[in-house]
């Protein structure tokens, strides 16, 4: 029988986090008072966290949450925050994303977002814990947008702070080829690529196909819908590229795991990895949560998770001699 205590102390990489999503309420009512924010709450539990059913639900609710983000410290205390709780949770890579528009977007300076964020990653060296961070484009945004947040974050990507680009929020009408030409040049400037295609969104597999062979991404975010086109599902095994799965996430969206896919992808070897995307706005289910809570759910062993965090290493962004080390 799996013990959680197994879980807890097992080595893992976590892909697929958003710094924003992991704010919780507790944190959020502290920062909004500190700020002098009137978020219509007198106490952390008057947040309200149970936004309903479907992604645009979860959207409204995450930028609701993240406007009392203002200051350097106040980024600087949600990641150091966040470190701790990775490190406690036995990860030992995390590759972090960040959404810089959501604040840019609300006079937010670029600079303010990525230094908090930054010197909370410096100041957790102690942690035994390696961080790297992706800055998403959000979407629904326009590309110009897109290219604007790129060119501010030229110099930072050159101190090495920021190491891949991702795209997330509203699929709905913004398919990957509108953001073709800021990806082409994030991987010119030497970005690794990744994208969330999400679940049942319009056209996802039409997404997941030109994320796959139009932009040649180096990871594919949610991307479950794939399980619908054998080929594609075949291409994306036959390459090699990792596919970070969310299941607590799905349950937080459409009250199911979505097991079937995930299982299918697992059984015909995908390189799959269980993330908790933003774990503070989906049911306060961090790493090991959604480890647990998913091999429960489908009788898995320790054999299973093992694969998974396997392939958590596998389908990180380290050298090879770092993913040797841990596999
Ligand atoms: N922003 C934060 N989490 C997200 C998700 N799971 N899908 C799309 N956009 C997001
Ligand atoms: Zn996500």
């Not at 699929?171 to 010119?188: D, G, I, Q, S």
Request: with cysteine; glycine share 4%; charged share 25%.
């Amino acid at each position: 029988k799996l013990s959680r205590k197994f879980v807890d102390g097992l080595p893992k990489a976590e892909l697929h986090v958003h710094i924003e999503g992991t704010l919780e309420a507790e944190m959020e009512f502290a920062i909004a008072k500190r700020n002098q924010i009137d978020i219509g709450a007198k106490t952390p539990a008057d947040i309200d966290r149970n936004y309903g059913v479907g992604l645009p639900e979860f959207l409204k609710a995450y930028y609701k949450g993240m406007q009392v983000l203002r200051t350097k410290q106040d980024f600087y205390d949600l990641t150091a925050a966040f470190l701790r709780k990775e490190a406690d949770s036995n990860v030992k890579h995390l590759e972090l994303f960040f959404d810089p528009q959501a604040h840019t977007s609300r006079g937010i300076p670029f600079a303010t977002v990525i230094e908090g964020i930054h010197e909370a990653i410096v100041d957790a060296a102690s942690l035994d814990i390696d961080v790297q961070l992706i800055m998403c484009f959000l979407r629904e945004y326009s590309q110009e947008s897109a290219m604007q947040t790129l060119k501010e974050a030229e110099p930072y990507h050159k101190k090495g702070w920021i190491l891949g680009v991702g795209l997330d929020s509203d699929e709905h009408h913004n398919p990957p080829l509108k953001f073709m030409l800021v990806f082409a040049k994030a991987r010119n400037q030497g970005y690794y690529l990744t994208m969330h295609c999400d679940l049942h969104q319009v056209d996802t597999v039409d997404h997941i196909k030109q994320a796959l062979e139009i932009i040649t991404v180096d990871r594919l975010d949610h991307g479950l819908n794939i399980v619908e086109n054998a080929d594609l599902m075949t291409f994306l095994i036959d390459i090699k590229i990792g596919i970070t799965a969310c299941p607590m996430a799905y349950f937080y969206t459409r009250k199911v795991m979505e097991q079937k896919a995930i299982n299918k992808l697992f059984n015909n070897g995908a390189l799959i990895s269980f993330n908790s995307d933003d774990p503070a706005y989906k049911g306060s289910n961090y790493i090991n949560d959604v480890y647990y809570k998913f091999a429960q759910k489908c009788n898995w062993s320790e054999k299973e998770l093992v694969r998974i965090a396997q392939n958590s290493f596998k389908t990180s962004w380290i050298s090879q001699q770092e993913k040797e080390s841990y596999l």
